[in-house]
């Protein structure tokens, strides 16, 4: 089954712009999805077209582990097919369209085979999602319905979407992501699971509600009962539910669905069979699969947080992929603070030096805008460096000894809220680099990165030892800095601090990384003010 219908703008620009046409294509575990927009000089985003057909790569991925030549042809027929339309739309540049792909993708066996045959025969370059990255471009999606909600703005929300393959989670509160996970359980995994025990028609339901119970019962742990909540649910089988029930919502503002109407509903839903349901409501066979246990989640996870209602987002992955792309992959202010404060929150459950740690992050920031000429690096690289930063020295919590690959180990292997994979493990290097040897290509995770990656890595873990030798003292008294060249060096200027001797003596030991790298050594001076 396959629609084109035009959608409802994320937001309109004010005045005549020049603007750039841009497209971005979602291959999900039961249909590949394309969004057309227009993006104006200002950042602002007006989609013009949205369309979608159906393509039941999870039923592959989830059962046999690889998805199977005939699905990736019909995969490559609906990209072709995307591709004339985008040729109308006269996007034809690559860095005009981006294509993801999620859980159906990444966990298949074969998805490299996938990504390839995609390549040579539409000429997309499909970029498998991580889950960091999934719940991070969802945020950004929904983040102005946030925004714009006093009472949610204030208050708890808890932010999910049961996809086809996994769950995504997101708790706010005041504004502030708390906390961020994804979960195995996804709609059509789950039916699956149900069709390959080969269970009675009557135990299936029974049968399904356990599965989903446990989820929810992870979920209700780390959603403490301290005041009240509100349930954002998000993703297509959601919205189809309210649009049968409530008929004239036009996905501006979020739907508020009473708990009495959606479980009825979804009880009517999974009374019937997928037939009578392709029939009756015109979706397609994977459509139909889905759509009764996505529902049947949504009721158990509100019944499980005692609530009467909840509250419907339009917003989807297409619309956060489209704000990143206005964004021209920098990260706003906002989204920068949730990471950072993800971050200042792992770093205590480790007892880290707080005062320390955010001293030494400042100052990398402000090292990273005064020597932009420099290092030349993108500004979502500030972000990784602040992280890096605040978390330089959690290694400490296992031992003093070799502390810096401690605090490796544990940045990467932990989760912060918007850092993928990648991200996070550029992150970890940087921390791991600021002491000791100098990146090698033979260190586990430094061999991994390509070119450009290995350089970012160096020119940030130099920017770190300048900033911790700065706080040698760790009394956080150098707050002010400026920076200039003369001749072949790099001099820092501190003013109203009268004895530099002991940060000298840690640049001395630590600043060979940074000349290493820039070609510059680094002289500390003091100035009266």
Request: hydrophobic share 45%; aromatic share 6%; charged share 25%.
């Amino acid at each position: 089954m396959s629609t084109r219908t035009l959608e409802t703008p994320i937001s309109t620009a004010t005045a005549a712009a020049p603007a750039r046409q841009v497209a971005v294509i979602d291959i999900g575990t039961s249909s590949v999805r394309m969004a057309v927009a227009e993006i104006t000089a200002a950042g602002q985003v007006r989609q013009l077209e949205t369309l979608a057909q159906a393509v039941n790569l999870g039923k592959d991925a989830f059962i046999s582990g690889a998805i199977s030549k005939a699905t990736i042809e019909d995969c490559v027929r609906v990209l072709k097919s995307y591709r004339r339309i985008l040729k109308e739309y006269q996007i034809e540049n690559p860095a005009q369209v981006r294509v993801v792909a999620t859980s159906a993708v990444r966990e298949a066996t074969n998805r490299l085979a996938f990504i390839d045959r995609i390549y040579i025969a539409t000429g997309f370059q499909v970029e498998p999602l991580d889950e960091a990255e999934v719940i991070r471009i969802t945020f950004l999606g929904v983040q102005p319905f946030l925004l714009s909600d006093p009472t949610l703005g204030q208050g708890r929300a808890l932010v999910t979407e049961v996809g086809g393959g996994s769950t995504e989670l997101l708790l706010v509160k005041g504004g502030d992501v708390v906390y961020s996970h994804t979960y195995r359980l996804g709609s059509l995994r789950l039916r699956e699971t149900l069709e390959a025990l080969r269970a009675p028609t009557l135990k299936v339901r029974n049968i399904m509600e356990t599965h989903i119970h446990r989820t929810v019962a992870e979920i209700a742990e780390h959603v403490s009962r301290d005041g009240p909540i509100e349930l954002i649910a998000l993703g297509g089988d959601v919205r189809f539910a309210v649009r049968q029930l409530q008929p004239e919502w036009d996905g501006r503002i979020l739907a508020r669905l009473p708990m009495k109407g959606l479980e009825e509903f979804t009880n009517k839903i999974l009374g019937q069979s997928e037939d009578r349901i392709v029939r009756k409501y015109r979706l397609s066979y994977p459509e139909a699969e889905t759509l009764g246990p996505a529902l049947l989640a949504y009721v158990l996870l509100a019944k499980e947080l005692e609530l009467s209602s909840v509250l419907v987002s339009n917003a989807n992955l297409r619309d956060g992929l489209l704000t990143e792309m206005a964004a021209s992959d920098a990260w706003s202010k906002e989204f920068s603070k949730q990471i950072v404060r993800s971050a200042t929150d792992l770093g205590r459950k480790f007892n880290f030096d707080e005062a320390h740690a955010a001293h030494v992050a400042q100052l990398c920031s402000t090292l990273f805008n005064r020597l932009k000429e420099e290092h030349q690096l993108s500004p979502r690289y500030e972000v990784i460096l602040q992280i890096a930063a605040l978390l330089h020295e959690i290694g400490l919590f296992v031992s003093n000894r070799s502390y810096h690959k401690h605090s490796l180990y544990l940045i990467r292997n932990s989760e912060l809220f918007g850092l993928g994979k990648k991200d996070l493990l550029l992150a970890a290097l940087v921390a791991r680099y600021h002491r000791r040897a100098s990146p090698q290509p033979t260190h586990e995770g430094y061999n991994m990165l390509d070119r450009d990656e290995r350089v970012a890595v160096a020119k940030m873990a130099a920017i770190l030892r300048v900033a911790d030798a700065l706080d040698e003292s760790r009394s956080q008294r150098i707050h002010e800095i400026q920076t200039e060249r003369e001749g072949d060096r790099l001099v820092i200027s501190v003013p109203m601090v009268e004895d530099l001797s002991l940060e000298n003596l840690a640049l001395k030991q630590n600043g060979a990384l940074f000349e290493e790298t820039f070609g510059t050594p680094v002289l500390l001076r003091m100035v009266s003010k």
